[in-house]
């Protein structure tokens, strides 16, 4: 092989990775343009979503499996970018080296094509949920015994959340006798009567943790909220989530130990067990 060839074929090897380097801030900004795209793709399958769940209906298992895939692509994308940004900061006046500018730029490029490819299988569900067969009421939870008095109060309650003036509901009483599993079957009871049109719950426990709080209220409701948001982005979310005045919501927090900062969980003062 002569010098040419051989200098032809170290170019072929080389070149490819050079462009990473050439084409860095273009595939930097690819990956920002992407990610608007996705989040918007996302977004309008959120709210499809939503809508599925306040009809009862099931969300089918590949759209929660796309959802799941998103958040992960979207945050590896935020970290990514947020490396960038501090990256400039860092190299701001100086000649960043090679490493410094191939390697982000080869990720950002990968990250941007996986995105474009979710987007279009967002665009491509034919529906997001179908209609779940009816299945059996609930069973009472073991250890619930169903005396007088108990099925007394349970009725009791269920009483007081059809009256309009009543906003929060308090359940007390010492360490193991029962309070959770009683809130248990209040629960099951106001699904089977249907007097909510939705019922989210939480476990607060002695040293709340309101990410985690606020995370299960959403599970609750069929929500998927972003790992990477911060509390009050969650919480506008579901306070803008709660607030619809045509719904009912039931809020059911349990183990609760002091009082609670509804606001700063999104909370509005509703219907709380």
């Known amino acids: 092989m002569d010098p040419t060839q051989i200098a032809h074929f170290v170019v072929g090897l080389v070149k490819p990775h050079f462009d990473y380097v050439i084409d860095h801030d273009s595939n930097v900004a690819q990956l920002r343009d992407r990610l608007v795209e996705l989040r918007n793709a996302k977004e309008r399958i959120r709210h499809k979503v939503v809508d599925a769940l306040s009809k009862s209906q099931k969300i089918q298992d590949d759209v929660e499996e796309w959802m799941k895939r998103v958040e992960g692509i979207t945050e590896k994308a935020q970290k990514l970018l947020e490396a960038e940004s501090h990256a400039q900061m860092c190299f701001y006046g100086l000649c960043p080296n090679f490493i410094t500018l191939y390697i982000p730029s080869k990720k950002a490029l990968g990250l941007a094509k996986e995105m474009v490819v979710e987007v279009e299988k967002g ?72 007097l909510f049109h939705n019922v989210g719950e939480a476990e607060v426990k002695q040293n709340p943790d309101v990410k985690s709080i606020q995370n299960k209220l959403a599970l609750s409701f069929g929500l998927h909220l972003d790992k990477t948001q911060t509390i009050d982005e969650w919480q506008l979310i579901l306070r803008n989530y709660i607030k619809d005045k045509k719904k009912k919501f039931l809020i059911i927090l349990d183990d609760v130990w002091e009082m609670l900062d509804l606001k700063t969980l999104g909370l509005e003062l509703r219907r709380l067990l």
């Open 123 to 194: 665009k491509g569900f034919p529906s997001v949920a179908y209609t779940a067969p009816l299945q059996a009421t609930p069973t009472t939870p073991a250890g619930f015994q169903a005396f007088a008095s108990r099925t007394s109060i349970v009725t009791q309650i269920l009483e007081e959340f059809k009256k309009d003036n009543i906003n929060m509901i308090g359940v007390f009483g010492m360490a193991g006798v029962g309070k959770s599993t009683f809130v248990k079957q209040v629960a099951n009871q106001v699904k089977e009567e249907k």
